[in-house]
């Protein structure tokens, strides 16, 4: 069986499970089966249909199941979201088209070859630190709980680090590519534009208290240079500054201060900073091991008002699922993650050129790392960041973004696994 058509079986099942939840949902708000459930299945469906024939089409030899992954990742956070709150589902729904076109649009585009990127690393750069600087811009920046990371333009809102991300991703793939050789011989010449471009970015991200992007640009900076160097010592060298940077912002910064301290003792704090975290730990426990099904978790206030935790849809929609889902479901979900950023490490191992591999590497690692970031801040395992969970969380910017990478990696896939004389 071709690569393309397991990945057609593999969404005709996802689309399966997606009409089985959104009926589940449905059932437990309106208390009767309906086809409407059938038909937000069948939308869906039809959509990644329309993304398989355009990758059967751009990218005939990539890996046959980064789609289906992500299409069930979005299915599980758009039926979340619609059980919390239907208006948002609409848009979430209407920025999942949005995101699939361009999936297209960056298949079709770059479908020859990708590699001309690295052409353009430094614009790339620029471009990064240009995204990063926006939101601290006066008139249209904008501050949600304490971090200044959105830029509102009116009728358009939206998250410029997440396509920084990219950008920065980009340029380190072939910056790194071009000097690999004379890095791994330690000269600081070298280093200079590299360290140029990413300490700028860092300081932008902590002068509009973004610090959980901080640290995933910090996090996918030294895996990149390691990957690309194969010197132990740049990890080690890089964590130590690391170490020293964050306790200096920890003594500058009162909203780092506040973080650790809801992180160590959030029931200190339950009725401030730390009611999210204590309510969200409420609801991972209420969960137990096979949760309260889809549908029939507890998020509102007894008298009907608002929801228990707030940004529920995205900084803690993991909270939710963890309890409709048990600790089974959640635990499955975790698995759907790595199965992805398994896939995305094998496809930089079969990648034949430098570029490539470091464009796989970043890609993935960045992923992986902003999944760990904010799930180890909802459980506890380091202080709690407001990064949203790669195509489960509500949010346009973030679903735009994860699009971008599954394109990338496709692309980079395609590539790898073509056979000789068929590029």
Known sequence: MSARNRELLNLIAVGMLTGLGFASVYIARQSEVSTGSLSYAGFFFALYLVAHLIARYAVPYADPYLLPIAALLTAVGITEIYRLEPEDAFRQGLWIVIAVAVFALTLLSLRRDYRVLESYKYLFGLGAIVLLVL???????????????????????FQ??????????????????????VLAQGRLKDFGPLL??????VLVLVETNDLGSGLLYFGVFLAMLYVATARAVFVAIGLALFVAGAAGVYHISGHVRDRVAIWT???AHADREGYQLVQSTYSIGHGGFGGTGLGQGTFTQSDGGGLLIPYLNTDFIYSALAQELGLVGSAALLLVY??????????ALLAQDGFSKLLAVGLTFAFALQTFIIVGGILRLIPLTGITLPFVSYGGSSVLANFVVLAGL??????????????
Request: charged residues 20%; aromatic residues 8%; hydrophobic residues 50%.
């Open 135 to 157: 939101p601290a811009l006066p008139v249209i920046g904008k501050t949600v709980n304490g971090a200044r990371l959105w830029v509102d333009l009116g009728p358009l809102t």
């Open 160 to 181: 410029p680090g997440e396509l920084a991300k990219l950008s920065l991703i980009v340029f380190l793939a072939g910056y790194l590519r071009e000097k690999r050789e």
């Open 196 to 201: 140029l471009i990413w300490g700028g970015a």
């Open 265 to 267: 003792d959030p029931w």
């Open 338 to 347: 790595m199965l992805f950023v398994a896939r995305g490490f094998r496809i």
């Open 410 to 423: 496709m692309l980079v896939s395609n590539r790898a696994l073509a056979p000789r004389g068929a590029e």
